[in-house]
């Protein structure tokens, strides 16, 4: 009866452990932020249009980047070091307006809808 006793405690314990690594797994996989349907839109436009110069996560290194002079802003940089500023009204200014006598051209025909949209997503950028 005492060997029944501790086999049956130790089935008891090795499922508990297993069941412990379990929630661990799930735990991994969690997206870490979801984006709303706007900015998400944004993010599709900014992969198609800026990517390659901003790189995929705006840290200013696409693979255009290296032959690029100024270098396109890293979005993690401190708001002093924009020249039109990283909020969503001074990144639309940027995109309708370009930045005069660099790469950064203007992003007129995506419309304002597309130009908000994408300001929404690199605001996202500057912060994650
Ligand atoms: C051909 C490469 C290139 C592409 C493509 C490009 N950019 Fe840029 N971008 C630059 C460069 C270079 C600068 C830096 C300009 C400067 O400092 O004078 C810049 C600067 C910026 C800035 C900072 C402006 C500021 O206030 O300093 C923003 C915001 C920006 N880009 C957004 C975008 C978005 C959004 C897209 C896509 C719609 C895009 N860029 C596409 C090269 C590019």
């Known amino acids: 009866m005492k060997k029944l006793f501790f086999l049956n405690l130790i089935l008891i314990l090795s ?3 297993c069941g412990k690594k379990e929630e661990e797994k799930t735990e991994e996989v969690t997206p870490v932020a979801t984006l709303d349907a706007e900015t998400q839109k944004g ?7 800026c990517a390659t110069c901003h790189g995929s996560v705006g840290a200013g290194d696409g693979i255009a980047a290296a032959s690029l002079n100024p270098k396109p802003r890293n979005y993690k940089a401190p708001a002093s070091e924009w020249k039109n500023g990283n909020t969503e009204v ?13 790469p950064m051209v203007a992003y007129k025909h995506l419309g304002d809808d ?6 929404k997503y690199v605001v996202h950028l500057t912060k994650n």
């Open 90 to 102: 001074a990144i639309i200014k940027t995109l309708n307006e370009g930045i005069k006598g660099s």
């Open 15 to 17: 499922l508990n452990f």
């Open 114 to 119: 597309g130009i908000k949209k994408i300001a």
């Open 43 to 49: 993010k599709e436009l900014y992969d198609m249009n």
